[in-house]
C-alpha cells in the first residue's frame, strides 16, 4: 500500500526502486518531493505550516515537469494533510516585474498546471513575498487572486532555491520539516535521510500511512 525506505540507501537508489515497483500516476513524467515545514511563531499557511516542492529531486525541470510538480505538490497537501491547497509558483518575479528566461519557464509551466487541472487554486509567477504577505500583495498585484498572499503550496523554480529555502527556514526560524515525501506515484512513498532517527522513521511510516487511508 506504500513505502517507506531510505535510511541505508541514497535517494537516488529509492527513485529507482519506486519507479521500478510501484510506478508513476497516469499524466506524471516525473516523481518529485515535498517537505512539511512547520514555523514557529508563522500564522500564515494552515496554521503555521507550509508545503514546500521540489526540495531533493530535481534540479532544474522543465516547465511541463514544473508543472507536474505543482499538481503532485497539491495533491499532496489535500490528500496527507486535508488541505484546500493554494499553490504558489515562485519566481525573483511578480507578474512581469522582471523578464528573463528563468521567469518565462515559470509562467508556462503555470500555463500548463492550469491546463491540467482547471479547477486547482494556483497562480504565479510570485516572489515569495507576494505569495505569503497580504499587505504586499495590495501593492504589488493588481486583480484578485486566490493564492497570492495566502500560498500554502511553494513550489520553487529549481532544486537549488527548494533546497536552499527550506534549510535556511530550519536553521534560522527553527522550523520543523517532515519528509522528504516523494510524489507522482500510484501509491505514497517517503524517502528517509541515511541520518535519519527512530521518531524520524515512525514519522515517515504516519505520512504514508495517513495518505494510504485516504
Known sequence: ?????????????IIMAANLLIGLADGVSIPSSSFLIEIPGYSGGEDGVL?????????????????DIAIASARTAEILCGWEPRVAMLSFSTKGSAKHPDCD?????????????????????LQADSALVPAIVRRKIQGQSSVAGKANV?????????????????????????????QGYTKP??????????????????????????
Open 154 to 182: 511553494l513550489v520553487f523554480p529549481d532544486l537549488d532555491a527548494g533546497n536552499i529555502a527550506y534549510k535556511l527556514v530550519q536553521i534560522l526560524a527553527g522550523a520543523a520539516t517532515y519528509g522528504t515525501i516523494l
Open 51 to 67: 508545503l514546500f516542492a521540489d526540495c531533493a529531486v530535481n534540479a532544474n525541470p522543465t516547465p511541463q515537469e514544473l508543472a
Open 189 to 214: 512513498v517517503s524517502d528517509l535521510s541515511r541520518g535519519a532517527s527512530s521518531q524520524d522513521v515512525l514519522g515517515a511510516i504516519a505520512m504514508v500511512a495517513a495518505q494510504v487511508r485516504t
Open 1 to 13: 500500500d506504500g513505502m517507506v525506505a531510505g535510511a541505508v540507501y541514497a535517494t537516488e537508489e
Open 105 to 125: 519557464k515559470v509562467i508556462k509551466a503555470l500555463d500548463m498546471a492550469k491546463a491540467q487541472a482547471p479547477g486547482l487554486a494556483i497562480d504565479g509567477e
